[in-house]
């Protein structure tokens, strides 16, 4: 079974559909049905952003050519993925109701144009959503062919209008109670800040306030809550009309404007929108940061499967740089997400748009019309391979590593002054951690600092920079019953306000478990070096003799944890660089500083081996990638991934049986590009 | 006789002169009139930028200052071309009549500043402009020291007033008609962007919408509308006083602002100002692009001389390095604007302010303000050697060869998504075609789709994305009757809205004169190459063995056309890189991808001996390059120029006449930036 | 004594303190008091931004917590020095009294936030920055503890509401008496700008006129005079109290933003805010440049002893790495601030904030709160060695060498347009003159062109571009008497409104002077190169065979100078690159063009030989530099510092004794980073 979508026992296939930019153009709308069948297709995104056509004058609905639309795919047997209009907004509503446009952070408001720019504040655009939503839901919740909400588009962005900032400050009353509380934990006496009224406080504006972390980090956090509330208030009146309907919204990975760990109760499947650029760099490389993101989103509902809500057949047309998929490439990346616990294969867009900002965007369909095109050929292969693998709808990606890589602390890292000022690396160094455990084909959880520990041996957190409220209490009792944890640099710093701890760090009570004091920080210009002298101890760990450093060099004083390898040069020679701390049944180990990436590789090895994390013992070629998914009797799916252009062959440590063909395989021969699935 | 100043027998040579900068200075004044005759200068463009000085307040005019310049100036062998002020409105103006200043982009109204900032809109700016005009034209209009009205100054930018915003929405219902029509033409059922009412559209605001290209295209369309009949407005009281004597209005080369093929109407004379930055790179291409840029401007009215209006004799100020002109490259620079057709040189300025922004700009005299310095004296030289010149004052420049440089064409690829994002590279596309044709000493004209194709037997039609009214019809009429065709990829893509063309490209009805059927298109990122082998057929065609490819590789498939190269490499290897059609007597090349030089130089030396298209049969060096004037008894002169620091020789094919001398010439010896006419 | 502080022979040592932001802390409170003892610190500055804490509501004053403060310190020994709070107003007042409130130069009033943003002309914040100083100076100025009043904070920036606007109108009609003479002085009839009345004078507004030089400066020199003017607000009221307490406002080196020179009479002492980049490049170079700044602050009093008012003892949190200061490194650049004339080692911050923008601006104490730390351990052994120093307080620093550095004509080459159109390189050139005087151990000082020349025997005026009133006349002067001047390219080429000379440059009559005539300026591409043949004239005047030229040639010609070296190649071989001029009894020295840096090496050699110029005939190593200070007695203390990490030893030419160990000293042996103070 699909996910959450119990009545489709399939991995979805299709896209974004959009007839309603077609209306004019009806053989073309009866054109599109055929070549779904044609290309293996069984789900369509459709209504995104179509709320003109819905309701072309206020309060007049023309939902005609949407039954068609629903009706014709059905009965073709293609499955509706059904949206909410609400990415843009009609133009009699723009320009009855400015208030429904958003005010960006200049206090300028928008006018009427492009999408995503409504306001989530306004009580006309959350009535006007309310209506057409329960409009929909009454005529459609119960269709057979509709599967799944698409609640509105790639939410995002931030309206700084009268409203939003009135409802802003309400936030912060709920939240803090008085001033002073507010005062106190934003540290306001600082520059003469301090708040006497509740009205002052305004959003940071682009000529406003940028320096009072703690009011940042509110908003942000504000607008992620606000946004969670307007697609609450979007989902109300569609489980009204039919509780049963799953609801989604689609996500786009690393996007830095909201915490999407706070759509998890909101969102009963996920869903996001994953555009690599292949071919620009090492594909390789490429391949590892979008298994990264697709580890990303699934955690926020660990353990489930997740849609691949959008990607492109071909190329993006928004990017530098417009290169075409090589031939293979598009099977290889779509069933990444497959083996990363996607049950489904989406893409934007169905069929090119003859105009607008979107017309040369990759799609099923181009200008052509017909499927006489390499893309169209590759998809409708694609199509036919999916359907042999339905076995894997709704099978499970279970890791017993994680690592936490938390949405306030990457804010709260941006926003503060100091180290290298214009990226603090929170990313790079959460990859860092990754890239060992992933090329070691060991399935990982990238959670945050309010996701459950439980299940896991193994967690990182890297830079750890600020402790949102239990997450010290959380990682002390996971070490406690033997837990592994590995700290980094630039931990235990502030609290969930950004006041730093008094009384040394790491602070908020990680001394103790990182066996650690840590006195300052140095952060190495661009051409800076120094290196880590590793230890015995440390070579016990699996590490060898030297490894270089850069970018940061932490001075800290072993307090109870045993040293693996010092600094070897400058001023702190001789200084912890890595250490392990004994902490209840657990081990605690702290990197002082970034190393070059050899050193993750032998330390992550080492740890890896010492709790057989790995799903197969065997040894991956550089490029081929294992993933591991749970089938609904828990045995599992071996998904190996060639990202080489060349063949590649391998010994398995077992003898395996091919899902698709039955094939037993005790050597597995990898085409380039090529992708198996072993049982 | 000098192009259309028919009282004016030979070339001009001067510049812009301000007196009104210098009404307290009266020796000065006369001092200027001294040096002008000195420096061998017979036409002085006055009064731009004086309206300050016409019109100190409202309704008071002072016309004595320039009555005395312009008589003093006549009664010293000087004309004059007169300005109209509008390029700066007055202090008293703005403060009354806030309306006529621009509101920029972002909605805020400019304050009084500068110049060209005014409202091309706005009643009262116009009547203002009317009646000042008009007193001009009434004084001045029957002296007969004034030979040409200059209008305005440098036309550009666009203005977002409420006054405009509604003569855009007029300008919208007279193309459209309906909404319906304008909404699916500009495709805004993509995002519900459709329009329910015309108040709702406003030009692309920064905040604004960006995306919808239709929209951009006809903004940009309007703001060239717009300045037209601006400066039709202007020039109506000029013709009503004197309907002989001929305006023009100085234009900027490749400026991307406005699409000055539509000022061809209303300027008697097209003129320009060119300001290249010699000595930064090779000179010998800054010459090509120069000489291309002329060619762009005399296009607007092929055959016709033009007049350069501005240049600089020494070095600019407003550049990133105020470089000098070398001895020597005043001289060389200036006979080339009249190599390409120009019947002056003109300069900006002669005399440098004493305050101001451009206080530092090269001019013929400067703060020493004496005529003891080298660039007064190469002024002084140039000034004799144009005297010597004037038989070609009126000469035409005629090409049968030309190439479709079209300015909607290239907005359209500049707002478009995707391919290279930042620069599609329309013009360097346009410069590998016309480089070739320039190095061989082919005369060629730089013409739009909207332009005649009648007198060419060549016509390159590079990435011909957009398709405007007519121009597949001209195009295959063209070839019909036997003429030669060269196109590109990124062909036939959409309509004049940029509404793709659906069924295939190119569309448009181009499919069958290429003789191919395109699929898709890619991009190379930078570091990218492929190469194209070529067939026998194409070395026949004038080709070698094999041409490297970078930037774009278009996969297309004949459907008509032999294949001359196809790809050697990745996937596409062996599909088509260059085709040739035949379509009725013509024939119709098509290269599929960015090839190195060598091609063009290759390709199109085979199609200039097959088409006899040189003047004369002669090899140039490198940086020597020739350009052909016809006389007005039809008889050719031949210009050689050498760019280079060395002196070249050459052997003519047949035995010249110095144009200058008298003197027969079988050999050609060109000094190192050395320029002789040959009859 | 130091400095006008006259009840402490001590030099200071403390820093920013900041106890408002702990109210909340009492035992923080008392733990600083023993941390500055145990840190050695004597001077704390107290109150800076603290106005929401002294005013929490409007005319309520909290003086209790100030008063527990200072009370303390002085109980144990610390002095105050006392803020005046207006670099950050309070909230309410901001709610108030939204005219408090800066408007930026794009006309938006800024939102109550961070700081230094209030109106300078504003009534209302003058009274509210009147009645707070009035109530602070009435509580504090005769408290035994307060030795000095630190006005504000880093004045700077620039207001351009409805306010200023106007004050700056009325500065104008002082300045200029009639619309006549403005519109002259800023040639104004340049683009019809003339000014029909003074309402329609705006500053340049971000869209405004920024093409009016002479506007631009005066604008500049406006913000000057209206901050100057704001400042002796804030002091009348402390002088009404105690005319004997001294005032000082902490500037911010070559800040460009603020004339500084124009505060001379208004501070009683110059205090500056010094935050040099250390091991970002070469520390030695690093070290001149930080030198040169101290010495552009301390020449504003020419000869008195200034005050460092801030500086970090670790690594700020605001530039783009947070390098740590190596070991070492704190002493060495605290005690050249000492050498270079300071009478005190001040930091930012003494305690690390909990919250806000610089909670991790390196400061004394850190958020572990204790003495144990690197940082403190550094900044307590300094306190230790300043004790040794006391004899330094009050001691001068004298210079028989000056080099103008103006802030107008440094405004005005900015403005202007040509040259290296992105920085005309004036402070380079400065700089260029400096670096050799200063490593022959040479005290200079850096002047503008209103300071003095008394005392002088040798003064550089590099890039001398405007001449303000008086300069030239003082320069001949100068001349005349037997000294020895040294002038650059670009020199005597406007007056004080930016307005050009006539008749030749350089003008405002020194082309006498320099005996040499410019004809005109070249600026080289950046790969450009030119070179300097020397003649033998010219190798008695120190210099070697050839030089290297770059940036900019200016093309002059001799009128009475000598010529010593001439340009080696292009147009230009053989004219003058250097000149000598015998005017007077002195000498007038003319480079042409930019030189390799050997070039002013040699040059200025010669000069300081015949001149005499050197403290002590010694020959220091590369990054050791010698200071000199003349203590109370006009003895003179000798200041060796070795900025390399390696020691190094030097012969003294004399015997000279260590004023710390009271060692007699005949070579000196300098550790890496250390410095001795000889007698």
């Given at each position: 079974m699909n996910a959450t979508l119990t009545r489709v026992p399939h991995l979805l296939h299709g896209g974004d559909y959009n007839p309603d930019q077609w209306l004019r153009y009806p053989e073309i709308l009866e054109k599109d049905v055929e070549l779904m069948k044609k290309a293996g297709c069984n789900a369509m995104s459709v209504g995104i952003f179509a709320w003109a056509a819905l309701e072309p004058e206020e309060g007049k609905y023309e939902f005609g050519w949407l039954d068609q639309v629903i009706d014709r795919l059905y009965q073709n047997g293609i499955y509706t993925v059904l949206?909410?209009?609400?990415?843009a907004r009609p133009g009699w509503m723009a320009a009855k109701y400015p208030e429904v446009l958003r005010v960006n952070a200049d206090g300028r408001r928008i006018p009427f144009s492009a999408r995503h720019n409504h306001c989530p504040t306004s009580p006309v655009y959350r009535e006007k959503v309310r209506l057409i939503n329960t409009a929909l839901a009454r005529r459609?919740?119960?269709?057979?062919?509709?599967?799944?909400w698409h609640i509105s588009n790639e939410y995002g962005g931030a309206c700084y209008c009268p409203l939003c900032r009135e409802a802003f400050r309400e936030w912060l009353k709920k939240k803090y109670g008085t001033l002073d509380e507010l005062n106190h934990a934003w540290w306001t006496a600082f520059w003469s800040k301090?708040?006497?009224?509740?009205?002052?406080i305004d959003p940071p504006f682009d000529n406003g306030e940028r320096g009072v972390h703690g009011l940042t980090l509110d908003w942000m956090r504000f607008v992620t809550d606000q946004t969670v509330d307007f697609m609450k208030a979007e989902v109300a009146p569609l489980k009204e009309a039919n509780p049963a309907l799953p609801v989604t919204t689609n996500m786009m990975g690393f996007y830095p404007g909201l915490n999407y760990f706070k759509f998890r109760d909101v969102s009963d499947v996920i869903s996001w929108d994953n555009y690599p650029s292949w071919h620009e760099g090492d594909d390789r490389e490429t391949a590892l940061s979008t298994a990264m993101t697709h580890d990303l989103m699934r955690s926020i509902k660990p353990g489930k499967p997740f849609l691949m809500m959008e990607s492109c057949p071909s190329a993006v047309n928004w990017k530098p740089y417009a290169k075409l998929k090589r031939p293979g490439m598009h099977e290889l990346a779509s069933l990444q997400a497959v083996a990363r616990g996607s049950d489904s294969v989406q893409y934007f867009q169905w069929r090119k748009g003859r105009?607008?900002?979107?017309?040369?965007h990759g799609a099923v369909?181009?200008?052509?019309?017909?499927?006489?095109t390499r893309e169209f050929r590759e998809v409708e292969a694609l199509g036919k391979r999916l359907k042999g693998l339905s076995k894997l709808a709704g099978s499970r990606f279970v890791s017993r590593a994680a690592i936490i890589c938390d949405t306030e602390n990457r804010w709260a890292l941006q926003e503060m002054?100091?180290?290298?000022?214009?990226?603090?690396g929170y990313l790079a160094e959460v990859r860092r951690h990754y890239a060992p455990l992933f090329r070691m084909g060991v399935n990982v959880d990238l959670i945050d600092e309010e996701s459950s520990l439980e299940g896991y041996e193994l967690v990182a957190a890297p830079m750890l920079y600020m402790l949102r409220a239990g997450i010290a209490e959380k990682l002390r009792a996971f070490a406690e019953k033997g837990g592994t944890l590995v700290f980094t640099y630039w931990s235990g710093i502030v609290n969930d306000t950004d006041l730093t701890f008094l009384g040394g760090f790491p602070g908020g009570g990680l001394q103790e478990l990182f066996g650690v004091r840590m006195e300052e920080i140095d952060t190495l210009y661009p051409a800076d070096r120094n290196g880590a002298e590793v230890l015995p101890a440390g070579k016990e760990a699996g590490l060898q003799d030297r490894y270089e450093i850069r970018d940061y060099t932490e001075i800290s004083h072993p307090a109870g944890a045993e040293v693996l390898a010092v600094y070897e040069s400058d001023f702190i020679r001789g200084l912890p660089a890595l250490t392990v701390n004994r902490f209840g049944k657990g081990r605690v180990y702290y990197a002082a500083a970034v190393f070059e990436d050899g050193f993750y590789r032998d330390f992550y090895r080492k740890l890896v081996s010492d709790l057989s994390l790995r799903p197969l013992e065997v040894d991956l070629p550089e490029g081929v990638y294992l993933s591991e998914r749970r089938l609904e009797d828990n045995t599992s799916c071996y998904i190996f991934q060639n990202f080489n252009t060349e063949e590649v062959s391998l010994a398995l440590p077992k003898t395996l049986t091919s899902l698709e063909t039955g094939e037993s395989l005790e050597t597995l021969v990898l085409p380039g590009y090529g992708t198996v699935f072993l049982l």
């Open positions: 949206a909410t209009p609400s990415g459609y919740a119960g269709h057979p062919g509709v599967i799944l301090t708040y006497p009224s509740w009205d002052l105009g607008g900002f979107e017309k040369f369909v181009g200008h052509l019309g017909t499927g006489d002054r100091g180290l290298i000022q214009e990226d603090k």
